[in-house]
């Protein structure tokens, strides 16, 4: 190999190749020493450069933080501008929102002052007075829709204002902000307070005339007939349509309610009062639930006008606007019904006054069952006026109970729901109240279960209640019974309204007593009173019949003829018996003398109607013994003995049951005398 090589390079030189490389190879290493000088230089350059740099960097390093430093203070310079620009517009916000509310005021006073005027006017204003349009009045829809963003805005900046109670200029703002505010709520208030007065009742006549149109009960319907009419409406689940000559409407026309929905929507939740939510809840809204029934007592004068003191207290929910529609629709809703009463009372006497011609004892006997009818009438009025309410409660208080979706918007306080109840309770209680004092003003008047029976006792006269009277007033209370009986469920259905919230689950409780309102209490209540007095009643007419006077030819008649209790004693059992659920309902709640069980073990009409035959049976054997304690007379005995056949067998003859082959073919005359 090596051989092969040196004869190669051998060749090359002798070739003249040789001398070519060696030149190449030194031209190559003088580039490559001038590459290295060429290096060297620039890494010099570059050194200075770096230096160079280095000292450039030292000089532009503190323009460059003060550069920094100058962006940020033109960013805080522009926070501090938006800020102070904010704060400027919060205390500005009372002269910008100072002229809507101003504005509202004047209006609603201005409303306010008309309707007023027109009240001397009668209806026919009153109905002009709702069709006139507002804006004659100097308030528009826009200025209530104006005046509700601007409360937003108020309450908005007393919030940022609270943020910040270190500056001096905040306990001023906050004054302000209050005053205005205040002036608000009290216009928006005011506005509610006009619209729901003016609006006027919720009822109206029914519309006769219609091809199976409504029924309109008879003002002379019999206790029968008012029974069957009841019965076949609660069988048919139309109440409503059954009872009473009126039926409900809405009452508010749609601006009106248009403006109160968004005062609702305003001031709903939190919106009456500014600051921070409250997270107890009033006092005052506290008492107005879960009042027993049974302490439920009269304590107003008869004749005045109510029942009861609990709905005469002023309405305190801690919302001013539900205060507001409270007050207002309880003057409304007593006024249908004590009107109602008042025009069938008034009607009443006219026809008493026709029937004086005919027999006064008769006259008076009817009068009590009269009475009754129309207490059972205004009952079924109450009915109506109650959903009418209803009806105004639902388009007017309900939709404030339904959060918004907004983000902004202000949730809805706890006790809200529970104001919103208290407020319709409010309204109906009134309704109950005097429904009550009307059906026991019949119990004391026409009833007389004040009076004590009439008797001779210990040489003293008592004029109390006769035989006939007191099966009058009896009558009369088991037919309120049994108005109270088969309404007082729909009626209280009516006044109740749940607390919790229906769409939320795990709020759905039974409705305890803690949570009953004061409508539901006095339906309760009048259910429990009309017992008691009905029971009152049913005890009168067995006394009466036992302390009936023995001497007089009417009550001991010289003949041994039939005695004049007998008769009104049949009479009696006759009107009672038919009164046979409403008899029941009595005896289940209340002992009696003559049956002291309740509940279900309690017994029926029959044991009354036994009582009572007892009780004139003793009667009439004391009349019976005066026959034969008469010595003048020698055939006192006999008297005595014919007094009791003749009185024994006509209760036989009307009260026994008879079979219709039943036939008395022998004749009892008397041709000769005594």
């Known amino acids: 190999m090596v051989v092969e090589t040196s004869s190669v390079i051998l060749s ?42 280095n000292h450039l960097d030292s000089l532009t390093s503190p323009a460059s933080d003060a550069s920094a430093l100058l962006s940020q203070s033109a960013s805080n310079l522009g926070s501090t501008l938006a800020k102070l620009k904010d704060a400027r517009d919060k205390f500005e916000t009372v002269r910008d929102c100072e002229p809507a509310i101003d504005r509202l005021r004047d209006g609603v006073r201005a409303m306010e002052d008309q309707r007023k005027n027109d009240r001397k006017g009668g209806l026919r204003r009153q109905a002009a007075f709702r069709d006139k349009n507002a804006a004659a009045l100097g308030l528009s829809e826009q200025d209530v829709y104006a005046a509700a963003d601007s409360m937003e805005i108020l309450r908005d900046a007393f919030d ?16 302000q902000l209050e005053r205005v505010h205040k002036q ?51 069988q048919n689940r139309d109440l409503l349509k059954s009872i009473g000559e009126y039926e409900e409407q809405q009452p508010v026309e749609s601006r009106p309610i248009r403006e109160m929905r968004a005062v609702f929507e305003c001031l709903g939740g939190e919106g009456h009062h500014l600051g921070p939510a409250r997270k107890t809840e009033p006092s005052s809204l506290t008492e107005v639930f879960g009042v ?30 539900l205060d507001a529609y409270g007050e207002a629709r309880k003057e409304v809703a007593f006024k249908s019904i004590d009107g109602y009463y008042r025009r069938i009372k008034t009607e009443r006497k006219k026809r008493a006054e026709k029937r004086k011609s005919f027999d006064e004892e008769g006259n008076k006997d009817d009068e009590a069952d009269i009475a009754a009818r129309d207490a059972v009438r205004c009952l079924e009025h109450a009915m109506v006026v109650v959903a009418g309410e209803k009806t105004v409660y639902k388009a007017m208080v309900a939709p404030s109970l339904v959060q918004a979706q907004d983000e902004d918007a202000i949730p809805i306080s706890p006790f809200y729901r529970k104001a919103c109840v208290a407020a319709y309770s409010h ?70 309204m749940p607390i919790d919230d229906p769409k939320d689950p795990s709020t759905r409780k039974h409705n305890t007593a803690a949570k009953m309102s004061v409508a539901s209490t006095l339906c309760i209540a009048i259910h429990r009173t009309t017992v008691k007095n009905c029971a009152k009643t049913l005890e009168n007419l067995s006394k009466s019949i ?13 003949d041994a003829r ?15 018996s038919p009164f046979v659920s409403a008899y029941k309902s009595v005896t289940k709640r209340r002992a009696l003398p003559w049956d002291p069980n309740i509940g279900d073990e309690a017994g029926e009409i029959d044991s009354y109607v036994r009582f009572l035959i007892m009780r004139l049976l003793s009667s009439l054997q004391t009349k019976a013994l005066n026959y034969a304690k008469d010595t003048e007379d020698e055939t006192g ?25 039943e036939k008395d073919t022998e004749i009892y005359i008397m041709d000769g005398d005594w």
Not at 196 to 202: D, P, T, V
């Open 12 to 53: 090359q030189v002798l070739s003249g190749e040789y001398t070519d490389a060696r030149s190449r190879i030194e031209a190559l290493s003088k580039a490559l020493s001038k590459m290295d000088h060429t290096t060297s230089e620039a890494s010099r350059c570059c050194d200075a450069l770096a230096k160079r740099s």
């Open 160 to 175: 940022y204002f609270l943020d910040r109670k270190s500056w001096r200029s905040t306990p001023p703002a906050l004054q």
């Open 184 to 234: 608000g709520v009290s216009s928006m208030c005011t506005l509610i307070t006009t619209h729901l007065l003016s609006a006027g009742q919720a009822i109206r006549l029914k519309r006769t005339g219609q091809k199976d149109g409504p029924l309109i009960p008879e003002k002379g319907e019999t206790a029968e007939m008012t029974r069957d009419r009841l019965t076949k409406a609660l």
């Open 292 to 321: 027993p029934a049974n302490r439920v007592i009269r304590t107003e004068k008869v004749g005045s006008g109510g029942y009861s003191k609990l709905v005469k207290k002023s309405l305190k929910t801690g919302f001013a606007q």
């Open 427 to 496: 309204v109906v209680a009134a309704v109950v109240d005097r429904t009550m004092d009307i059906i026991e003003i019949v119990f004391l008047k026409e009833g007389g279960i004040g009076q004590s029976s009439g008797a001779e006792k210990e040489g003293k006269a008592y004029s109390g209640l006769k035989v006939r009277t007191a099966a009058s007033a009896a009558v009369a209370g088991l037919r309120m019974l049994d108005g109270v009986r088969m309404l007082g469920p729909s009626l209280a259905k009516l006044c109740d």
């Open 546 to 558: 036992q302390e009936d006077p023995n001497n007089g030819t009417k009550h001991r008649p010289l």
């Open 562 to 576: 039939l005695a004049s209790v007998s008769s009104d004693m049949v009479r009696a059992i006759k009107i009672i």
């Open 637 to 661: 005995q006999a008297k005595s003995n014919m007094f009791m056949i003749n009185n024994t067998y006509y209760l036989l003859q009307q009260l026994a049951p008879k079979e219709e082959n």
